[in-house]
């Protein structure tokens, strides 16, 4: 295959990750419109992001697994389909619970391109090009951010359906690119898919989603005893023995508990939850400022400029500094200015400038928290043949600190009110979360420790 046929797939690929990573983006100033179109509370508004990354979740190994199985094209193709169609579902519902189905949907088609995406490359890419095509792949993420609230803030002068309408015909020209473009290959047959793992997982993480989420903070005793809440704590924490039965013993599982061992590999993954739970506390922003200063949903996007622009400079800050001080200065610093930003919304004296301040100081946190530093660790930590593996052990635990995070934020801000009280007393607590990370990070090996040879 020659050079410019590779680009042409390249490019393919770079469309498909960009429209998945958009929804992501775009999600949060979106959040206001759907709220007052529907009527809904903020316990119930937490669920347009946590039923996306739940679905997300479920959709990566699977879909990952379906490409070696089957085709990379036709599940490539697959994938661009359920997210096209989950974007109409959600354009048009009619009702919450069918926008929260087509949700589910976009999630779990998601879920499926960015890793069939990165196999595509390592199938048709030779060994020396690969590094630069999946840098350009993985910075697809970057750009989403930085782009994703200045055409939400354009699109929402129409309305917030735009948002998801536009999906359409980026995912039409995909597919039809991609029939003509990626090769119709399938990678190694081996290893069953853990099916048993994987559905023992998502009942595991939905019935703590579902149980966190019904929590009322302001009644704290009595909604842990409720029906909503007990039974489903319960039933997670039965589950998870299993689960980790399951996963010891078989040859490929959804998640390689062996990889816990070293406790620098614990420390990052709990870094990485708390990375995603950041993440998802960023996704209320939107309807913060809608409430504290009475903005459009447009206008409140366009306010989220500075937490972009911060964190495109807070990454390669990040991966510059890793090198010269190792990953425990960096999160410690990351963490420190994530815990600064946060408790600076939670200010009832916050004005525009204030807000400002925070933002950026939370986009700067979270380019040194997400990312590089993390997965620099686990690099180091994971043996050679085992890296693939540690990398998406690091996606699940960001992803299920989404998850958390989502409903967690819903949550509290609910049981304290909703609107802007609500919201500062739930950013209270993300605060108080991120301070036990920076105690997490003082933990982690020094500079001069972590360049001892570890992972082999």
Same mark, same amino acid.
């Given at each position: 295959?020659?050079?410019?046929?590779?680009?042409?797939?390249?490019?393919?690929?770079?469309?498909?990750?960009?429209?998945?990573?958009?929804?992501?983006?775009? *999600?949060?100033?979106?959040?206001?419109?759907?709220?007052?179109?529907?009527?809904?509370?903020?316990?119930?508004?937490?669920?347009?992001?946590?039923?996306?990354?739940?679905?997300?979740?479920?959709?990566?190994?699977?879909?990952?697994?379906?490409?070696?199985?089957?085709?990379?094209? +036709?599940?490539?193709?697959?994938?661009?389909?359920?997210?096209?169609?989950?974007?109409? *579902?959600?354009?048009?519902?009619?009702?919450?619970?069918?926008?929260?189905?087509?949700?589910?949907?976009?999630?779990?088609?998601?879920?499926?391109?960015?890793?069939?995406?990165?196999?595509?490359?390592?199938?048709?890419?030779?060994?020396?090009?690969?590094?630069?095509?999946? !840098?350009?792949?993985?910075?697809?993420?970057?750009?989403?951010?930085?782009?994703?609230?200045?055409?939400?803030?354009?699109?929402?002068?129409?309305?917030?359906?735009?948002?998801?309408?536009?999906?359409?015909?980026?995912?039409?020209?995909?597919?039809? $690119?991609?029939?003509?473009?990626?090769?119709?290959?399938?990678?190694?047959?081996?290893?069953?898919?853990?099916? +048993? !793992?994987?559905?023992? $997982?998502?009942?595991?993480?939905?019935?703590?989603?579902?149980?966190?989420?019904?929590?009322?903070?302001?009644?704290?005793?009595?909604?842990?005893?409720?029906?909503?809440?007990?039974?489903?704590?319960?039933?997670?924490?039965?589950?998870?023995?299993?689960?980790?039965?399951?996963?010891?013993?078989?040859?490929?599982?959804?998640?390689?508990?062996?990889?816990?061992?070293?406790?620098?590999?614990?420390?990052?993954?709990?870094?990485?939850? !708390?990375?995603?739970?950041?993440?998802?506390?960023?996704?209320?922003?939107?309807?913060?400022?809608?409430?504290?200063?009475?903005?459009?949903?447009?206008?409140?996007?366009?306010?989220?400029?500075?937490?972009?622009?911060?964190?495109?400079?807070?990454?390669?800050?990040?991966?510059?500094? $890793?090198?010269?001080?190792?990953?425990?200065? *960096?999160?410690?610093?990351?963490?420190?200015? $994530?815990?600064?930003?946060?408790?600076? =919304?939670?200010? +009832?004296?916050?004005?525009?400038?204030?807000?400002?301040?925070?933002?950026?100081?939370?986009?700067? !946190?979270?380019?040194?928290?997400?990312?590089?530093? =993390?997965?620099?660790?686990?690099?180091?930590?994971?043996?050679?043949?085992?890296?693939?593996?540690?990398?998406?052990?690091?996606?699940?635990?960001?992803?299920?600190?989404?998850?958390?995070?989502?409903?967690?934020?819903?949550?509290?801000?609910?049981?304290?009110?909703?609107?802007?009280?609500?919201?500062?007393?739930?950013?209270?607590? *993300?605060?108080?979360?991120?301070?036990?990370?920076?105690?997490?990070?003082?933990?982690?090996?020094?500079?001069?420790?972590?360049?001892?040879?570890?992972?082999?």
């Amino acid at each position: 295959m020659d050079k410019k046929q590779r680009n042409k797939i390249l490019t393919v690929l770079f469309i498909g990750v960009l429209m998945a990573a958009l929804d992501i983006a775009i *999600v949060g100033p979106a959040l206001p419109a759907i709220q007052k179109q529907f009527a809904i509370d903020e316990r119930s508004v937490s669920w347009i992001f946590a039923v996306y990354v739940l679905f997300n979740l479920i959709g990566t190994p699977l879909m990952a697994k379906l490409s070696d199985v089957i085709s990379r094209r +036709k599940i490539y193709i697959l994938d661009v389909t359920l997210f096209a169609l989950g974007s109409l *579902v959600v354009a048009l519902s009619s009702n919450f619970s069918i926008l929260l189905a087509g949700r589910a949907v976009q999630g779990f088609g998601a879920g499926g391109i960015f890793p069939v995406a990165s196999a595509v490359i390592g199938d048709t890419f030779p060994e020396e090009n690969r590094g630069s095509a999946l !840098g350009l792949i993985g910075a697809v993420f970057g750009i989403a951010f930085i782009i994703g609230p200045a055409i939400a803030g354009v699109l929402l002068l129409l309305n917030w359906h735009w948002l998801f309408i536009i999906n359409v015909p980026i995912a039409a020209v995909v597919i039809y $690119l991609s029939l003509s473009t990626i090769p119709d290959t399938a990678g190694q047959r081996n290893n069953k898919f853990d099916w +048993k !793992g994987m559905s023992l $997982l998502i009942i595991i993480l939905s019935s703590l989603a579902y149980g966190l989420n019904r929590i009322n903070s302001a009644k704290l005793f009595e909604s842990f005893s409720s029906p909503a809440v007990f039974p489903f704590f319960i039933i997670s924490i039965v589950l998870i023995p299993f689960f980790v039965i399951n996963e010891n013993k078989i040859n490929d599982p959804v998640l390689r508990i062996k990889l816990l061992n070293p406790i620098q590999v614990k420390l990052t993954s709990i870094l990485a939850i !708390g990375a995603g739970l950041s993440e998802a506390a960023v996704i209320f922003i939107p309807p913060l400022l809608v409430s504290a200063f009475s903005l459009t949903a447009s206008k409140a996007s366009f306010m989220l400029i500075p937490v972009v622009i911060a964190m495109a400079i807070g990454s390669p800050t990040a991966g510059r500094m $890793l090198d010269k001080f190792g990953s425990k200065v *960096v999160l410690i610093t990351g963490t420190t200015l $994530l815990a600064a930003g946060i408790f600076g =919304l939670t200010f +009832k004296s916050m004005n525009i400038t204030a807000f400002y301040i925070a933002a950026s100081l939370i986009g700067l !946190g979270m380019g040194f928290l997400v990312g590089a530093p =993390l997965r620099y660790i686990m690099l180091r930590e994971a043996k050679q043949s085992e890296r693939g593996s540690a990398q998406g052990m690091l996606t699940i635990f960001t992803g299920i600190g989404q998850l958390f995070g989502g409903v967690f934020v819903g949550a509290l801000a609910s049981s304290q009110g909703g609107g802007v009280t609500g919201l500062r007393n739930a950013y209270f607590w *993300v605060g108080i979360i991120i301070l036990f990370l920076i105690l997490i990070s003082f933990r982690l090996k020094s500079h001069q420790r972590e360049l001892q040879k570890t992972g082999g």
